[in-house]
């Protein structure tokens, strides 16, 4: 018995100094030009989403990304890096998106990924490219109108893990209980399920998803506003400067407002003229 | 009704056996390896090299006492920020063989601790070195013992990829929920397919593993 | 590192409270459930037999994470629907008892048939026999095996995460994307478990030791 005591002590120990250690060490974050190595390499790595309808969503019939996120990332590479530009999709989930960033595993997030003072202070963001606004998806049956009906105890909202709604949520409806996901996708199927009364995320996710889903619909408006912005790790000024200069030109010769159209023209109760950046 | 006929059209079924090969080929690639390295850490664990043995010990005891959905997350951030670009699939694979090296180098210390003290003696008196007796001798005999320990780890191995799910692997799971997140009346049918399909690959591996043992007690 | 512990403490300690529930109550039922199917699997009877082994077998062989989706998406679609906490647990308990029941009814069949037929050739009744003599000296055998099994749980109970069922991992999660300190809160979170399942696991060999 004292060998078993011995044993867990000395292991306990060296656990709380190796974890002294880490939390001295610095971060071994990928410090190199982020712009240089894109154009030494000519491949752009995006992280982009896979779950999220409209905007970066797995087709099962072919197994390939679709999606506004997914052209628009298409149409930046070729711009920045010229015709024979090469781009990877890297898919990343709500949760996992800014930590990939951060560790040096994607050169570039472009998934929805809303401006925010916090996100702001470790990533470095572009100018918005798309102007969402946080809403709710409920039932049809639902009596729910507004997010202020949210408000009351043991009323049970569901998000998706590492978004902004979160925080929108708590500030708005602080009795509400929130229950959060790993992707958009587990986030409708629990709504289905009725482990909650209504979802809550940015109008476009949410117009994608009640597109495919007639039960359900968008209500409450947007009461936030969300600007969705293409974000690199802190300090790479080069590349996002080439981000913005590219996104300026395809605004300039009407490709961003033709992926638009393509996109979200034609989802129900939806206008893109308010997206528009 | 309908919806079970509609849930496994030609492309979902497709699309789920895409899932299923990556599952597959994730975890006969973990296997290998893991089985390879456990073999080696249990075996460093057991005959006790100065130093080496007791910080193979600790480390093998701290992985196989974390859940490996947190070594998942480990290989998938900690990997990149120390300058190794992963993607789901490398992350994937390398949590895997980590976990489950640990896990069987555990079976593999109490498999040889388990071949009776005799067998060593027996063999040294006959002149053969602590090493030869330790491969010729002790090794077949803990491996031939140890198989259901063994093989049922590895069962557990195929199951536990689904936990990749969390970082995006796209596995059967993981392209299950694609689908029934797109139409939320493919939920059970889908659940249901994959039941089946993990229940098929891992029965089939665990009769493999009774057929080899068989096989093996006659060889030994 | 520390700084992140004590401004989300609360947020920790919730999660690692929801864990040990959950794990004390899925070994409470899964050992209950674990041991009825073993003796199942080890009475003379053919259809009990036959129950007992599909039960275990379905269990081992399909991925907790789907038996616990199981039971927190497509449940609810016959059934109210249940939270996350409550779903993980017993999906969690389902899972392992069916590795009890393989632990136990190894331990019944190494008593030896030569001691049942002794209790039966004295008069007891099988059930008799079953409680007063075979299940005691199995269970002293399985401690250590079942202590594994425990620890295992203890893992395992971190798929509670992905049906917000507010365990350490979760909490985990909500900790990680909020502060951005992916790899501090998760490191965090693993000295949590290691603080339950360490001197567990170490228990467990010294028992071992102290048995064999």
Redesign the interface.
Known sequence: MKSFFKKVGIILSLLLVAVGLAGCGNKAVNKSNVYQHVKKTNTIIWGVRNDTPLFGLVDPKTGSLQGFEIDLARALTKEILGPSGKYELFQVSAKTKIPVLKNGNIDVLLATCTITPDRAKVVDFSKPYFGAGQSLLVPKTSKLRSIKDLNKPGTKVLAVKGTTAIANIQKVAPKAKLLEYDDYGQCFSALQSGQGVAMSTDNGILAGIAANNPKYHVVGGSFTTEPYGIAVDKGQTQMKNAINKAFAKLKVNGTYDRLLKKWFANVPGFNYKEVEK | MQNWINAYSA??LR?LL?GLWVTIEVSVISILLSFIIGLILGTIRYVRIKYLSKIVG?IV??I???????II??T???L????I????MIAAITAMVVFEAAMLAEIVRAGIAAVPKGQMEGARSNGMTYTQALFHIILPQALTMMIPALL?QF?SLV?????A????L?EL?Y?A????????NY??PM?AI??VM??IL??CL?RLAKYLQTRLANVF | MWQLFTQNWQDFLTGFWHTILSSIIALVFSFILGSGFAILETNPNKFWRGVAKVYVEIFRNIPLLVVTMFFYLVLPKVLPAMNGFTAGTIGLTLYTSAFIAETVRSGLQSVGTGQMEGCLANGLSYWQAMKNVILPQALKITIPPLGNQFINLIKNSSVLAFVAGMDLMYQGDVIASNTFQTIPTYIIVGIFYLILTLPLSYYMQYLEKKLA
């Not at chain 2, 990149?80 to 300058?83: E, R, T």
């Not at chain 2, 929920?177 to 939320?184: A, L, V």
């Open positions: 492309t979902n699309f895409q600790v005891d701290v196989r006492n974390l859940p490996l959905l947190l997350f480990f998938y951030f900690g990149p920020a120390m300058g670009r992963v993607n789901p049922s069962v199951k536990d990829t689904s936990l799910t969390i970082i995006v796209p799971l392209h929920q694609i689908i029934y997140s797109q139409d939320p939920i059970i659940y994959i039941a993990y229940f891992c029965f665990s």
